[in-house]
């Protein structure tokens, strides 16, 4: 099997393990929840999960990364797993116990106007156990072993999707019979309650599928192996704590800084959108998960920079579309989204362009990782934040959720811009631009503008405008191939010429 076909194999099984869970969790999150919750309902929920998301991504500390190079450099892989998962416990059951027995700590950050430390105490549980599977699962991707990561991931989500509407639909079937709130009633608290619970469950599953790793590999931590690995990942913690900053926080930013008593309200309907986007990042996530050892392993072949640049251009080819694929099919989207979040589609395509420049940018950003000059993506992702925050605060209040999408895309295109020159100097990638950006103008045209000046303005029918919308598709597919027939072939096409891949 060639080196691009075993890389290809992986991001498969890896998209089915990250992509088949998430679209199950979609389903009920985004779909059921948007169908069942107001606007100010799933505005909270979303605030909370956002808070969740960044709580956890700095508690591990990414030293998931950190186990992928030490792993590969030190002769006991074993010692890089226990010293790695050491440091995850201590400062995961550290910070959950502080806000677990504190809750109101991170409540007034969520929302003040209602009593949720119960949901706060439980949430600070669901961190805990994600944290503790977080080595674990590092280990499993080290170890090339994509189908067991995914089997553990497909059977924690579907015991939360199972738990959330059990417990969601048998509660309010009780309720509707007796109108006895002896198991749970309908307040807002109890209803975000439920979903919370469900991830607990699911959550604890994972961890007991996982538990054996800790029985068999876990032993004392190697400090002077810590000192190294800690130096290695604290730049990239604050990598992954500016990402899911930028990714997610302008959930809670819209509510911020809302000119107008609606901000809870139109930030449930940009966390709608979002997460509409975000089958996007399933895919661009998919790739991660199988690059990252990827391009590790690959780091001294003699072709390293031309195989990189190959996987970025392919990637982007699939990237775009994908993009144009959600803008011709929205009407199929709107189908199952609650018709409270209908008027939010407008944001749409600026946050599936951001999501493609995200896309990219994890493509080129692995050059400070390669090189070990990890502060440098920190400086990056810090650098994109405070784009995204001042941006957020002169555009929201002016454009409300609208404001919030804009002020993503200018985030992410800077530290696109930023990490590509950078990397052009330290690890210079012989990466096609043209055909990039020919892809990105090209799919931006045909699934944008054409789509909605065109088809969306002169067809009501709306199997008309899914026709049509998906000849876009296969006009793209056939465009980029004429263009660059050899692109999922094995023939380089790149000059100078490189060995057969």
């Known amino acids: 099997m060639s080196i691009l076909k075993k890389f290809a194999s992986d991001a498969a099984v890896y998209?089915?393990?990250?992509?088949?869970?998430?679209?199950?969790n979609y389903v009920v999150i985004t779909v059921y929840l948007t169908n069942k919750y107001g606007q100010t309902e799933f505005g909270v929920y979303s605030?909370?999960?956002?808070?969740?998301?960044?709580?956890?991504?700095?508690?591990?500390?990414?030293?998931?990364?950190?186990?992928?190079?030490?792993?590969s450099k030190e002769k006991n892989s074993n010692t890089v797993f226990s010293t790695a998962t050491w440091v995850v416990a201590f400062l995961a059951l550290l910070v959950s116990s502080i806000l677990f027995f504190n809750p109101n700590i991170l409540a007034h950050y969520v929302e003040t106007s209602l009593n949720i430390d119960a949901i706060i105490q439980v949430s600070c549980l669901v961190i805990l156990l994600d944290c503790l599977e977080s080595i674990p699962f590092a280990k499993l991707r080290q170890e090339g072993k994509p189908k067991k990561f995914a089997l553990i991931k497909i059977i924690k989500v579907s015991a939360i999707v199972l738990f959330t509407f059990s417990f969601y639909e048998l509660s309010s079937f009780w309720y509707s019979i007796t109108s006895n709130d002896i198991f749970l009633s309908t307040s807002v608290e109890d209803r975000i309650m439920l979903v919370v619970f469900a991830n607990l469950i699911g959550s604890f599953v994972s961890f007991f599928c996982v538990l054996p790793y800790y029985i068999k590999y876990l032993r004392q931590p190697d400090f002077s192996l810590l000192t190294?690995?800690?130096?290695?990942?604290?730049?990239?913690?604050?990598?992954?704590?500016?990402?899911?900053?930028?990714?997610?926080?302008?959930?809670?930013?819209?509510?911020?800084?809302?000119?107008?008593?609606?901000?809870?309200?139109?930030?449930?309907?940009?966390?709608?959108?979002?997460?509409?986007?975000?089958?996007?990042?399933?895919f661009f996530t998919a790739f991660q998960y199988a690059g990252e050892p990827f391009f590790f392993q690959n780091a001294d072949r003699k072709d390293a920079f031309f195989l990189y640049a190959r996987v970025a251009n392919v990637f982007m080819f699939l990237a775009s579309l994908l993009l144009i694929l959600i803008l011709v099919n929205v009407d199929i989207i709107k189908f199952f989204i609650g018709k409270d979040f209908h008027s939010g589609f407008g944001i749409l395509p600026i946050l599936l362009l951001s999501k493609l420049l995200v896309g990219l940018y994890y493509n080129i950003s692995i050059w400070y990782k390669l090189t070990d000059k990890t502060y440098f993506g920190a400086i990056i992702s810090f650098i994109g934040s405070v784009v995204f925050v001042f941006s957020s605060y002169q555009l929201i209040p002016i454009l409300g959720k609208e404001g919030a999408a804009i002020a993503s895309l200018c985030c992410y295109a800077v530290m696109l811009i930023i990490c590509y020159f950078l990397g052009q100097k330290y690890y210079k990638v012989p990466y096609p631009i043209s055909k990039i950006s020919y892809k990105i103008v090209l799919a931006l045209v045909l699934g944008w503008w054409f789509k909605i000046g065109f088809i969306d303005a002169y067809f009501d029918n709306i199997w008309s405008r899914l026709l049509l919308g998906n000849m876009i598709a296969v006009l793209f597919i056939g465009m980029i191939l004429r263009s660059e027939p050899q692109i999922l072939g094995r023939i380089p096409f790149f000059k100078p010429k490189t060995p057969n891949l």
């Open 15 to 24: 998209g089915i393990a990250f992509i088949l869970p998430r679209i199950i």
């Open 47 to 71: 605030k909370l999960y956002t808070w969740i998301a960044i709580i956890i991504a700095l508690l591990t500390f990414r030293m998931d990364t950190a186990y992928f190079r030490f792993a």
């Open 228 to 282: 190294k690995m800690l130096a290695y990942s604290a730049p990239l913690a604050i990598v992954s704590v500016c990402g899911i900053f930028n990714e997610y926080f302008g959930i809670n930013l819209v509510d911020y800084f809302s000119s107008n008593e609606n901000g809870i309200q139109e930030s449930g309907q940009f966390s709608a959108i979002l997460r509409v986007a975000i089958l996007m990042q399933l």
